[in-house]
């Protein structure tokens, strides 16, 4: 047995699951889970972050220029599978971290365990550990949440930036005091809802409280609505990490985490965004319904000195699993110094 960890099994009749409490309060996915997994063979590696492990994968040349990708919610490494052979093929390193609570890595089941500065520490702590240097850093969704985070911690190490259909949310002044506080008070009067009333009510409050109070976070719905995917074995991929509700307290509370950085936030745009005076390059889709009737790309375009801007038409909100290729090849563009351009799926 591990050192101070305990197991114990959870019989599940679906698949005769068996979970695993390391500790009281932290839940490791069963390796089980992630067999046989459609397009997704990659080998795992992990680093233990404190009292927390934490999965990442590592492919292609170890010398090669590192590309950091980093998902959002309720994803995990899994979503960028059509991303990594063609960008390992261009000789690139590529790094594909789960962040805690997703993915194989470890699952707090308290929402009182996760917060946005522990996922930036954490991610940060990765990046210093493999000692990444001059890396490319893509995020998407809350993967540019944080990511543009990590990236403001650590600037020297990274040359290159891709965002695409995410946002770093900012105030500053009474704006950033009284935000989370209100967001929270909106979350609370929304209360518990359905996945279809959630739907139906279509707005990012309404989100923000059906994943919060919801235990049993529908990521099939998730997936096969915002990720245009009606494969099963596709949508298996996505819920494998989650055996459980007991695994899901690191997803349901992404999102309510979001306007808890506003003052921080605010300040990684002054001190490193507006000075930023390497490529950066703007790719969102014309058809995500998060970012929709949002000024996200706008702020990217106008407020990072010299940022590139490109269209992807045709495409949703998860873009890696759309058209993941194209997307590794426009990176590749883009950081070779080639010209770069939209396209449509």
Same mark, same amino acid.
């Given at each position: 047995m591990r050192p101070l960890l305990t197991a114990f099994a959870i019989f599940v009749f679906s698949g005769f699951?068996?979970?695993?409490? +390391? /500790?009281? *309060?932290?839940? /490791? $996915?069963? &390796? @089980?889970? #992630?067999?046989? %997994?459609? !397009? #997704? &063979? #990659? @080998?795992?590696?992990?680093?233990?972050? *404190?009292?927390? =492990?934490?999965?990442?994968? &590592?492919? *292609?040349?170890? &010398? !090669?220029?590192?590309?950091? %990708?980093?998902? *959002?919610?309720? $994803?995990? !490494?899994?979503? #960028? =599978?059509?991303? +990594?052979p063609p960008l390992v093929e261009a000789g690139y390193r590529v790094i594909v971290p789960d962040m805690v609570g997703f993915g194989r890595s470890d699952k707090p089941t308290r929402k009182e365990d996760y917060s946005y500065p522990k996922h930036i520490e954490i991610m940060s702590t990765l990046v210093k550990r493999l000692d990444l240097q001059q890396a490319v850093f893509f995020g998407q969704d809350w993967g540019g949440l944080v990511g543009l985070r990590v990236v403001a911690e650590t600037p020297d190490r990274f040359s290159h930036i891709i965002v695409s259909n995410t946002g770093l949310v900012a105030a500053k002044g009474i704006g950033a005091w009284i935000g989370y506080p209100i967001v929270k008070l909106s979350v609370w009067w929304e209360g518990a809802m359905t996945y279809e009333e959630m739907r139906a009510r279509a707005n990012f409050r309404s989100w923000i409280a059906y994943a919060y109070y919801d235990e049993n976070l529908a990521v099939d719905k998730i997936m096969r609505d915002l990720g245009k995917i009606s494969d099963r074995k596709i949508i298996k991929g996505y819920e494998a990490p989650f055996p459980s509700s007991r695994y899901k307290a690191g997803a349901q509370i992404f999102p309510y985490l979001i306007p808890s950085q506003l003052k921080e936030n605010a300040e990684a745009w002054e001190d490193v965004y507006e000075k930023w005076d390497k490529p950066f390059l703007v790719a969102f889709t014309d058809e995500d319904p998060v970012s929709s009737g949002t000024d996200f790309a706008e702020q990217f375009a106008t407020r990072v000195p010299g940022a590139s801007q490109v269209v992807i038409r045709g495409v949703g909100h998860f873009v890696q699993e759309e058209v993941g290729p194209q997307l590794s090849a426009l990176i590749d563009d883009f950081v070779a110094g080639r010209e770069v351009s939209g396209f449509s799926k």
């Open positions: 699951v068996v979970a695993e409490e +390391i /500790r009281p *309060g932290v839940m /490791r $996915t069963p &390796d @089980s889970q #992630f067999e046989n %997994l459609k !397009g #997704f &063979d #990659f @080998s795992p590696n992990y680093l233990e972050i *404190g009292e927390l =492990r934490i999965h990442y994968v &590592d492919e *292609g040349p170890k &010398d !090669g220029k590192p590309i950091f %990708l980093l998902h *959002g919610q309720p $994803t995990w !490494g899994y979503l #960028f =599978r059509h991303m +990594i």
